[in-house]
């Protein structure tokens, strides 16, 4: 009889485990039959996974049984060159579901945005598997008594991916098309038509399932898959759960043999420190397959000791200061791991201890992986400290023994703000805003740059030497506890305070640092700015402030004069100069205002012109050709223009923006405008082959796009390039593109003379999710060993 199930973690098994979702309380059964989905996953997977089971549970029929079926670790296949750790899997599922009935494939990288029982119960007529192209098999329909000569275990093991999919899709009448929404791949979404949302591109994933492999990068698309994993954590949502352990789970205990070593939990130096330091008195020792018996020092301490394969939810144990996990996550399925972590944090008043073995260097089970799965488990259960100790295992060639600590406080008091500012407003405005948002008492402290701010920040260090002391806010003892800083130049003098402060001062940077990421508490990064994401850079949609609404309505009032003879609705166009790459070329600004004028004469109103300082007279002279008959305002910015951005945007209706004015296409979304973006060329269309050049650079930085429009996979050069930004060492140039194709995908701006919006407008949530995490931040002390 052929082996069901490995004696060993992380437990292969031959055939796929099913969840089932049975029909919801209180509705009457439907006579459908159920829906079977196949998944691609693996364990590396698990947060893509936990939003791929609630995208189907939050727009499933609830009359109707839905069968999931994990395709994870399954024994007979070597994956020897897979690009995933399921890659063909797919290929046996006619097989897996018994060579009978209809199946659904999905790789996990997707979410479902409607009922996959829509798919399930298409017409195949006499089609085999329907997909969107024979050659695209990452969502399938599958009929399985009609595929299973083509697509089972013996083929899926021996024969190539390529042949797999060539072989059947050569066959006349054997493959039949579906609706290509079913299957959106990235930047092919469009909201309300978008069925299933494939993110593709593995170094855009929200979710970051393998930073080791690649360097993440921030996804126009990712509030999506965001704003699903907020509604999960709300709802306490994990695929399994203590009354309803994953089928692994059930057979290990279903064997009735030893899952290991009854090993004596011996609790480590540390461990003992962190357990007086926080007046711990009750332990709770929890194991998986025997109740675990503590020895040394610590047996004097009251405790008590459970087995979790006899008391999944932990019923028999009573309140516990500490909650000791001691090899537990050594026999645990991966699959239990997050219901188990959140778990054991419910139970604990005061610290988790948890002691494991490392299977490999990087990646699935090495010790980074399991300081992220506890990280994550103690972000959605605040309260409790934490400490993690890694074991070496010799078998997975991982390295020494290793320990992360963080100590976490509940009350978070007030603690002492400051907000460092150099008098450019639009860098100001962001770290106040972030400041009065946290709601804690904050100082400010004006800085005076000199000359020597021109200086890299690798060469000025932590030091005030690009400051004008005297001219300067006293930075002096008592040292904050938070220091908020925006923009570059006062990076280096808040090194300075944080190393006077020996280190206690933490620190939140909001835009490029161009210094080493590792000395920053948190970065926030937005599109453009092409920082790579890191544990502690936060990627948000746009700048975190625009002007606020205090300043638009006195500026408003001051032109009133000059406004309001000018009839509503208002469309104010704002022309830059010309900036990372785009050239303000003369035609390109006379098609967009001769658009403009032509929406005015259709539907009446008047039109707002605000021209940077440095445009070009000759663009100023192609608007007043083009609205010479028509109700305008056109303002040059500059010392007799006083206001005049705050004012003309608090006028207008909507706001039309060139490419190259990013600042004022952000504050025109922050204002809550209606936003169109005026594509201008770019610098590299003056030159014969400049096209070719510019794309080529694009994609050795890691850009650009495939034929379809969707992102370039990451290769070597471009993880390289990012592993020198994290250092400070380079500082690739912005590209505004990201910012508009993060904004066009919320909604909020559209592109003039473009196709139609492809999402209704997402309002920006960016400062209550940054707000969110610097409260995180300042309420754990992590350190490492």
Request: glycine letters at 6%.
């Amino acid at each position: 009889m052929a082996e069901t199930m490995a004696t060993s973690w992380p437990y292969f098994r031959r055939d796929p485990e099913c969840v089932v979702l049975e029909p919801k309380p209180g509705v009457v059964p439907s006579d459908k039959p159920p829906v079977r989905i196949f998944l691609g996953t693996e364990p590396a997977q698990y947060r893509g996974e936990r939003i791929f089971f609630w995208s189907i549970e939050k727009h499933r029929d609830p009359a109707r049984r839905y069968e999931i079926y994990r395709m994870s670790d399954l024994l007979g296949f070597d994956r020897k060159g897979w690009r995933t750790g399921f890659t063909k899997y797919r290929f046996a599922i006619p097989e897996f579901a018994g060579g009978s009935g209809r199946a659904i494939y999905n790789d996990v990288d997707q979410i479902y945005l409607t009922d996959p029982a829509e798919l399930f119960d298409l017409d195949m007529g006499d089609h085999g598997y329907l997909a969107i192209s024979p050659e695209e098999t990452s969502v399938m329909l599958i009929d399985c008594a009609k595929m299973l000569p083509y697509w089972n275990r013996a083929s899926a093991a021996r024969e190539g991916k390529h042949a797999l999919i060539k072989k059947p899709a050569a066959v006349a009448g054997l493959w039949g098309p579906c609706d290509p929404h079913w299957n959106a791949r990235d930047q092919e979404y469009v909201e309300g038509r978008t069925k299933c949302l494939h993110y593709t591109a593995l170094h855009q994933q929200p979710w970051e399932p393998f930073p080791e492999d690649y360097s993440y990068h921030p996804n126009p698309l990712a509030y999506i898959w965001h704003d699903l994993e907020r509604e999960a954590d709300a709802a306490g949502y994990q695929i399994f759960g203590p009354d309803r352990p994953s089928p692994t789970f059930c057979d290990l205990i279903a064997r009735n043999e030893p899952l290991g070593a009854n090993e004596p939990v011996f609790l480590s130096e540390r461990a003992h420190a962190l357990l007086a330091d926080l007046g711990v008195r009750r332990l709770l020792l929890v194991g998986f397959g025997h109740a675990p018996e503590l020895v040394g020092p610590a047996k004097d301490l009251s405790w008590a000791s459970v087995d979790l394969a006899r008391d999944p939810k932990l019923a028999q144990a009573g309140p516990s200061d500490a909650v000791v996990a001691s090899g537990l996550f050594d026999r645990l399925p991966p699959a239990d791991i997050a219901w188990v972590l959140d778990l054991l944090f419910a139970r604990a008043q005061r610290l988790v201890l948890v002691d494991l073995r490392a299977r490999a260097v990087e990646g699935f089970a090495s010790p980074a992986w399991w300081r992220r799965r506890l990280a994550e488990a103690a972000a959605r259960r605040p309260g409790p400290s934490w400490h993690l100790e890694v074991r070496p295992d010799p078998r997975y060639a991982a390295s020494g023994p290793r320990s992360f600590t963080v100590l976490r406080t509940a009350d978070l008091g007030a603690p002492k703000v400051w907000v460092l500012t150099t008098g450019d407003e639009r860098y100001d405005r962001q770290g106040l805003e972030l400041a009065r948002a946290l709601s804690w008492p904050f100082e400010t402290r004006r800085l005076v740059l000199n000359r020597l701010r021109r200086l890299p920040n690798l060469v000025l260090g932590a030091s005030l030497i690009s400051v004008d002391r005297r001219e300067s806010d006293r930075l002096a003892p008592p040292w904050p506890d938070l220091v908020i800083t925006s923009g570059r130049k006062s990076v280096p003098a808040a090194l300075w305070i944080r190393k006077q402060s020996g280190g206690r001062t933490r620190l939140v940077q909001i835009g490029r640092p161009r210094a080493p990421f590792a000395l920053f508490d948190l970065i926030v990064s937005f599109p453009g700015s092409r920082l790579p994401l890191r544990d502690n850079v936060l990627s948000v949609a746009a700048p975190l402030a625009g002007i606020p609404r205090a300043q638009l309505e006195a500026a408003k009032a001051q032109w009133a004069e000059r406004l309001t003879p000018l009839p509503e609705p208002r469309t104010l166009f704002v022309i830059g100069r010309g900036r990372d790459g785009y050239r303000v070329d003369p035609a390109a600004i006379a098609r967009a205002a001769s658009r403009l004028a032509a929406e005015l004469r259709r539907d009446g109103g008047s039109l707002l012109v605000l021209l940077d300082r440095k445009a070009p007279r000759a663009a100023e002279t192609a608007v007043r050709e083009a609205l010479a008959d028509l109700p305008a305002l056109i303002v040059r910015e500059d010392a007799h223009a006083r206001d005049a951005r705050a004012a003309l945007l608090a006028a207008a209706a909507r706001v039309a923006v060139t490419a190259d004015e990013i600042a004022a296409l952000a504050e025109a979304c922050l204002a809550g405008k209606p936003a169109l973006l005026v594509e201008l060329p770019r610098w590299y269309e003056r030159y014969p082959g400049g096209r070719a050049l510019a794309q080529g650079l694009r994609f050795l930085w890691g850009g650009g796009t495939t034929y379809r429009g969707t992102p370039h996979q990451q290769h070597a050069l471009a993880r390289f390039l990012d592993h020198l930004a994290t250092r400070g060492l380079i500082n690739l140039p912005r590209d505004p593109r990201q910012l508009h194709e993060a904004l066009v995908a919320r909604g909020l701006v559209q592109r003039l003379d473009g196709p139609p919006p492809v999402a209704r407008p997402h309002p920006l949530d960016d400062l209550a999710r940054v707000v969110e995490r610097v409260r995180r931040l300042m309420a754990e002390l992590p350190s490492a060993a």
